[in-house]
C-alpha cells in the first residue's frame, strides 16, 4: 500500500511541476494556459484526493512518506500563489478588453452618426 502511495505522491508532483511551469510560462507570455489545461490539473488533483484524506495516517505509519508530502505540499502553495497571478493577470486584460470594446463601441456609433449627415 506504501508504494501505491509514495508512487501516486512522486507522479503526481512531478506533474504538478510541469503544470507549474506551464503556468509561469503563460504568466511570461510564452504560451497560453488553456481551459483544457485547467480541466487536465483539476484532474491531476483530483488523484491526489485519497492521499490527501489519509495524509496524517500514512505520516504516522509510513514516516518515510513525510517527505514527498511535505513536497506536495510546497507545490501547492506554489500552486495557489501562481493560480492568483494567472486570476489577477486575466482580470487586467479582462479590463483592457472592456476598455477596447466601450472604444469600439464609441467609435462605431460616431461612424454612424457621420454616415446619417451625409
Same mark, same amino acid.
Given at each position: 500500500?506504501?508504494?501505491?502511495?509514495?508512487?501516486?505522491?512522486?507522479?503526481?508532483?512531478?506533474?504538478?511541476?510541469?503544470? *507549474?511551469? =506551464?503556468?509561469? /510560462?503563460?504568466?511570461?507570455?510564452? $504560451?497560453?494556459?488553456?481551459?483544457?489545461? +485547467?480541466?487536465? !490539473? @483539476?484532474?491531476?488533483?483530483?488523484?491526489?484526493?485519497?492521499?490527501?484524506?489519509?495524509?496524517?495516517?500514512?505520516?504516522?505509519?509510513?514516516?518515510? *512518506?513525510? =517527505?514527498?508530502? /511535505?513536497?506536495?505540499?510546497?507545490? $501547492?502553495?506554489?500552486?495557489?500563489?501562481? +493560480?492568483?497571478? !494567472? @486570476?489577477?493577470?486575466?482580470?487586467?486584460?479582462?479590463?483592457?478588453?472592456?476598455?477596447?470594446?466601450?472604444?469600439?463601441?464609441?467609435?462605431?456609433?460616431?461612424?454612424?452618426?457621420?454616415?446619417?449627415?451625409?
Amino acid at each position: 500500500m506504501r508504494d501505491t502511495f509514495g508512487e501516486t505522491i512522486e507522479r503526481v508532483s512531478a506533474r504538478l511541476e510541469q503544470v *507549474l511551469e =506551464a503556468m509561469k /510560462d503563460s504568466l511570461a507570455g510564452k $504560451l497560453a494556459f488553456t481551459g483544457e489545461d +485547467v480541466k487536465r !490539473l @483539476r484532474k491531476l488533483l483530483a488523484e491526489m484526493e485519497p492521499v490527501i484524506l489519509q495524509s496524517s495516517e500514512l505520516r504516522r505509519t509510513h514516516p518515510e *512518506l513525510a =517527505a514527498q508530502l /511535505d513536497q506536495y505540499k510546497e507545490r $501547492l502553495w506554489e500552486l495557489q500563489k501562481t +493560480v492568483e497571478q !494567472l @486570476r489577477v493577470t486575466l482580470m487586467v486584460q479582462k479590463a483592457g478588453l472592456e476598455a477596447t470594446r466601450t472604444q469600439v463601441d464609441a467609435t462605431s456609433l460616431w461612424c454612424s452618426a457621420f454616415q446619417q449627415t451625409r
